[in-house]
């Protein structure tokens, strides 16, 4: 069965510290990686990684996706307690709907002052 | 431009009622996806409307939900009659055709009692 797993589960930091999140994922016919920052209600859009190898930033944070190792990283540097959030991964497919993702449960980071 | 938008934030109904959930897209987006986030679970997908046809409703879990979505505008999730376990987080989110990344609203809250 797909699946995707994040780690830790939770976490809490203080303010300018680095925080690296972790994705791995098990996805048949695996098409793009996706992270979302959970705040309140509405997960919001980070990054979506097709290719291995290539790091997206913006801003404090980055990602790359490893398909050979089928992992990706959220990377956040600088941590502000605006960043305190739940941080999702999902994967998508290849041969089905390009929406039926495959969500991690989460990385509630906190981030304190 | 606005977003996402589902309504209401939250319902509490009993076992074996009826309630209707809705989403309004991001105006001009053909793509339509719900999902749902069961406590202590990841967020799985549900069904995905391409304007008002099913594409893929392989994550709907029994007959006791309908997703309709006339006209191809906003959606509506019926779930009759509503049983404990559909107690959860639905969550609606749209994207333009082809695009990759998708634009989530706040969700609807429900609580079955």
Not at chain 2, 32 to 47: A, T
Request: aromatic share 10%.
């Amino acid at each position: 069965e797909d699946k995707v797993v994040q780690s830790p589960l939770s976490l809490v930091v203080h303010e300018g510290d680095t925080v690296t999140l972790n994705c791995s994922y098990e996805v048949t016919n695996f098409r793009s990686l996706l992270w979302y920052k959970q705040e309140k209600k509405a997960p919001t859009f980070l990054f979506m990684l097709t290719s291995s190898g290539i790091e997206k930033k913006s801003g404090r944070l980055s990602s790359i996706l490893d398909k050979k190792e089928l992992f990706s990283i959220l990377n956040i540097t600088a941590t502000q307690t605006g960043d305190s959030a739940v941080y999702l991964c999902a994967a998508s497919r290849y041969g089905g709907s390009q929406g039926n993702l495959i969500f991690g449960k989460g990385t509630k980071l906190s981030v304190k002052p | 431009e606005a977003g996402v938008t589902q309504f209401p934030s939250h319902s509490v109904i009993e076992k074996g009622q009826t309630v209707t959930l809705r989403c309004d897209p991001i105006s001009g987006h053909d793509n339509l996806y719900w999902y749902r986030r069961v406590m202590g679970k990841e967020i799985k997908f549900l069904l995905h409307f391409v304007k008002e046809s099913k594409q893929d409703e392989s994550g709907m879990p029994n007959n006791r939900f309908l997703a309709e979505r006339t006209g191809g505008t906003y959606s509506t999730l019926k779930v009759q009659p509503a049983e404990l376990e559909d107690s959860g987080v639905y969550f609606c989110a749209s994207s333009q055709q082809g695009a990759g990344g998708y634009t989530f609203g706040s969700g609807t809250r429900l609580t079955v009692v």
